[in-house]
């Protein structure tokens, strides 16, 4: 199985393309800086963070363009794709990029505008808070009958 999922921040705004031909199709690439897990303050000024090549394609490379920009906390959930080309020097390079099949806010606009490092998901924070009972159950309005619950 291959299938990877990352979190982190977006080095710099993603680059777009646009293949030639007759079903034009949108092409992204990001690098995302990935935290390691390690201590920051290393004495010896080694690495903490990996930085990972991404590519995103049709609707999830619409997406990057209109919403992603440098410093932007994400999730990206893909496969991980190697392959190789040879350069104008006539050497040959090769290439490990994470396909892109899933990206989504990994903080609030909130947080982000703020710059903040909230880790929580932009739709836990904006969804409405409901009340229980402090039993962990949550209070069923009157007048709902049981017969339209999903359970017996």
């Known amino acids: 199985m291959n299938k990877v999922i990352l979190m982190g921040r977006l080095t710099r705004d993603p680059d777009i393309r646009y293949t030639q031909g007759e079903n034009s199709m949108a092409v992204a690439r990001y690098t995302l800086a990935v935290d390691r897990r390690m201590r920051r303050d290393s004495a010896d000024g080694q690495q903490t963070a990996d930085f990972i090549g991404c590519v995103a394609f049709g609707k999830s490379a619409e997406f990057a363009e209109r919403y992603l920009h440098q410093g932007t906390k994400l999730v990206v959930t893909g496969r991980i794709q190697t392959g190789s080309y040879t350069n104008k020097d006539g050497q040959k390079v090769y290439t490990t990029d994470v396909v892109v099949e899933d ?3 990994a903080e609030s606009k909130n947080a ?11 739709y836990q924070q ?11 159950f949550m ?8 017969e339209g619950l999903p359970f017996n």
Do not use: K
Request: net charge negative; glycine share 16%.
């Open 112 to 122: 982000q505008s703020q710059g903040g490092y909230d880790s929580a998901p932009a």
């Open 103 to 105: 990206q989504e806010f």
């Open 126 to 136: 904006e969804r409405p808070v409901q009340s229980s009972v402090g039993d962990g």
């Open 139 to 146: 209070n069923i309005p009157d007048g709902v009958e049981d």
